[in-house]
């Protein structure tokens, strides 16, 4: 496995010019998900390696990173508004077949938007989050008086002095606040992974911390593709068209064939 690693590594570092060569499946370290098509690996595969937004990297300790868009449902006043926090997440497997892969240590470098903010994310958003337990989201609430604030979340980005914004799990019904509290309710969020908000980059909660699943359809290999044993990549004329070629297992053998005399 090591082995295979290493050949695939060295191929893309040393064939910096080849046109599909270059797009060999690869990983951030032997025991990382497999990278390739619709995914590439910044930095170290050309743009044609992979579809627009599914860009991943390596860190030095060889986790496999993503940024995304993170979609949110907000409701207010029974009305669903669709909104997004730019948002680095660790990959840990990719199903290429189901198209989802599963992650965890979701780090925001946005925040939430104010109650009187809300506006509709107008670009497009391309995954859906499939969470692997709680999934029945949050409210959020602004407390003047922070003895109130014993929420599961406080919400720094969003919290002022003399106030505290905080989530609270939605099964709570509104009588769960204490009496005479000063909390007010802002608005509903859908499912928001846990220390989402935190500046914390603890490795243990690389590996252990609570993991979700990112769901994409376009661009769609797993069902016209992947479940015949082929694969999917960008056409040759430099559109977004995919095309569907081949058989998995010649990619590896073409990264080995590189290798021989």
Excluded at 158 to 187: N, Q
Excluded at 201 to 207: A, I, L, R
Aim: aromatic share 10%.
């Amino acid at each position: 496995m090591k082995l295979l690693f290493l050949i695939i590594t060295s191929i893309c570092t040393l064939h910096p010019t080849l046109s599909q060569n270059d797009c060999l499946p690869t990983s951030c370290s032997p025991t990382g998900p497999t990278i390739r098509f619709p995914f590439r690996l910044k930095d170290r595969q050309p743009a044609h390696c992979g579809h627009l937004s599914f860009e991943l990297y390596c860190t030095k300790n060889g986790i496999t990173k993503f940024d995304l868009q993170f979609p949110i449902t907000a409701s207010i006043n029974n009305t669903n508004i669709t909104i997004s926090l730019q948002t680095t997440v660790s990959v840990w497997d990719i199903d290429y077949t189901a198209q989802k892969m599963q992650v965890s240590n979701a780090r925001s470098k946005s925040c939430l938007p104010g109650k009187n903010d809300l506006i509709t994310t107008l670009n497009s958003l391309k995954f859906e989050i499939e969470p692997l337990g709680y999934s029945d989201g949050y409210t959020l609430f602004n407390c003047s008086d922070t003895r109130d604030s014993y929420g599961d979340q406080k919400i720094n980005c969003l919290s002022g002095r003399g106030y505290e914004v905080i989530t609270y799990a939605s099964f709570y019904d509104i009588t769960s606040l204490p009496p005479y509290s000063s909390c007010f309710k802002m608005y509903n969020i859908s499912y928001l992974p846990d220390r989402i908000f935190t500046d914390d980059k603890d490795d243990y909660d690389d590996v252990y911390g609570t993991r979700f699943d990112l769901r994409w359809h376009e661009p769609s290999c797993g069902d016209t593709c992947e479940k015949n044993g082929k694969y999917c990549r960008l056409r040759n004329d430099g559109g977004e068209e995919i095309e569907c070629v081949g058989h998995k297992e010649t990619q590896h053998d073409t990264a080995i064939k590189h290798l021989l005399p």
